[in-house]
Nanobody, 124 residues
Framework: QVQLVESGGGLVQPGGSLRLSCAVS????????IGWFRQVPGKEREGISV??????????HYADSVKGRFTISRDNVKNTVYLQMNSLKPEDTAVYHC???????????????WGQGTQVTVSS
């Protein structure tokens, strides 16, 4: 059974940092492209980062809104993908989801399996 479980969200002040985790079970994360997306009620889901499979050399992609502040990484031993978020801004507040797909994609509709999400709130 394929399962993705996000964790690490919470309340942080502007300028602070959080590290989100996406623990994957049911398959080896190294063979899949893993993306992070965020959703704010009333707004379209935003794709913010993707890391390709190991066979594709772990290519990374970032949305302009997070480039230079967020870093995606993968630990094949722990079967987990991380999203390190630095210099957080109030506009980063959202529910963050991870998702997986066998081929490269940056749009949510391209992804097959999704986690339930973790809330990130950036506020003073």
């Amino acid at each position: 059974q394929v399962q993705l479980v996000e964790s690490g969200g919470g309340l942080v002040q502007p300028g602070g940092s959080l590290r989100l985790s996406c623990a994957v079970s049911g398959y080896s994360v190294e063979y899949y492209n893993i993306g992070w997306f965020r959703q704010v009620p009333g707004k379209e889901r935003e794709g913010i980062s993707v890391i390709s499979s190991s066979s594709s050399n772990g290519i990374t992609h970032y949305a302009d809104s997070v480039k230079g502040r967020f870093t995606i990484s993968r630990d094949n031993v722990k079967n987990t993908v991380y999203l390190q978020m630095n210099s957080l801004k109030p506009e980063d507040t959202a529910v963050y989801h991870c998702a997986s797909v066998t081929s490269w994609g940056t749009e949510g509709y391209e992804y097959d399996y999704w986690g339930q999400g973790t809330q990130v709130t950036v506020s003073s």
